[in-house]
């Protein structure tokens, strides 16, 4: 699952003990992300794979690999690559949760070299704000000022 903005120049890759994570999109296991997404996480359950797939093909992607090379976790990254970048989909299988994944796979995307101009980072999250503390995020200081829209476009 490659978008053009993925495949300028090497990809960024970062190692964490036994585990690598990678933004090289060819070692994507996209049917272990299709399973999480469409059936495991909160988020995303039930929504229509091709949708997900489209949102992978315009999404600057990382995946977390265990030492024998399987994939173990997954992150997304919607940016314009300049000024902004939303943090979404980010999960670690539950059988590789506890190490420090999470926050690692967080700080990689913040360390992404395409990445290095972005100075406003957003992402919501229900129920891992501490791990996302521990890589510098915190509540909006400015709630009011952000708007949203629910449901399906017209």
Same mark, same amino acid.
């Given at each position: 699952?490659?978008?053009? !903005? ?29 399973e999480f997404l ?5 988020? !995303?359950?039930?929504?229509?794979? !091709?949708? $997900?797939?489209?949102?992978? &093909? ?17 992150? &997304? ?9 939303y943090l979404r989909?980010?999960?670690i299988d539950e059988?590789? &949760?506890?190490?420090?994944?999470? #926050?690692? $796979? /967080? &700080? ?9 101009? #972005? ?11 501490? #791990? ?19 449901? /399906? /476009?017209?």
């Amino acid at each position: 699952m490659s978008h053009d !903005s993925q495949s300028d120049g090497p990809h960024f890759e970062q190692r964490h003990g036994a585990y690598l994570i990678s933004s090289d999109p060819s070692r994507l296991d996209l049917p272990y992300i299709r399973e999480f997404l469409t059936k495991r996480a909160y988020w !995303s359950k039930g929504v229509d794979w !091709s949708l $997900i797939e489209a949102a992978l &093909r315009h999404s600057l992607s990382l995946g977390v690999y265990d030492g024998a090379g399987g994939q173990v976790g997954f992150a &997304r990254i919607v940016t314009d690559y300049a000024l902004f970048a939303y943090l979404r989909d980010v999960f670690i299988d539950e059988a590789h &949760r506890g190490r420090g994944l999470g #926050v690692q $796979i /967080t &700080r990689a995307a913040l360390a992404h070299p395409r990445l290095s101009t #972005v100075p406003s980072w957003m992402l919501a999250t229900e129920d891992a704000h501490g #791990v996302y503390e521990k890589a510098g995020f915190y509540p909006l200081e400015h709630p009011e000022w952000y708007m949203q829209r629910l449901g /399906t /476009t017209a």
